[in-house]
Nanobody, 123 residues
Framework: QVRLVESGGGVVQAGASLRLSCAAS????????AAWFRQAPGKEREFVAG??????KTSDSVKGRFTIFRDYVKNTVNLEMNSLKPEDTAAYYC??????????????????WGQGTQVTVSS
């Protein structure tokens, strides 16, 4: 069983950058489809970015600012976040599932979840 652990969250000012990392323990998840979701207080959990063997997918709200990529040596999936805005404030969750055709963006499409890491962007 793959266990996911996120790290890298924090409190930053608008315009700053952060890199989130999702480490998988238990086994390699390089063949899994992996994604980042976020959930702000009072809002639904939303898809941010995903990656698998077919490529990457990024939500319109972060396109051009966030990049998802894998580190196969460290067995991690990372989210590079640039030009952060106050509206990016949320708990960020790593998710994974078995390999898929395409990159699904629904919460119910993923069966493995990390515990989340908080990102707070001040104006």
């Amino acid at each position: 069983q793959v266990r996911l652990v996120e790290s890298g969250g924090g409190v930053v000012q608008a315009g700053a950058s952060l890199r989130l990392s999702c480490a998988a323990s238990g086994r390699s998840f390089s063949s899994h489809t992996a994604a980042w979701f976020r959930q702000a207080p009072g809002k639904e959990r939303e898809f941010v970015a995903g990656i698998n063997w077919t490529g990457t997918k990024t939500s319109d709200s972060v396109k051009g600012r966030f990049t998802i990529f894998r580190d196969y040596v460290k067995n991690t999936v990372n989210l590079e976040m640039n030009s952060l805005k106050p509206e990016d404030t949320a708990a960020y969750y790593c998710a994974a599932r078995g390999g898929s055709i395409g990159i699904p963006d629904g919460r119910s499409d993923y069966n493995l979840w990390g515990q989340g890491t908080q990102v707070t962007v001040s104006s």
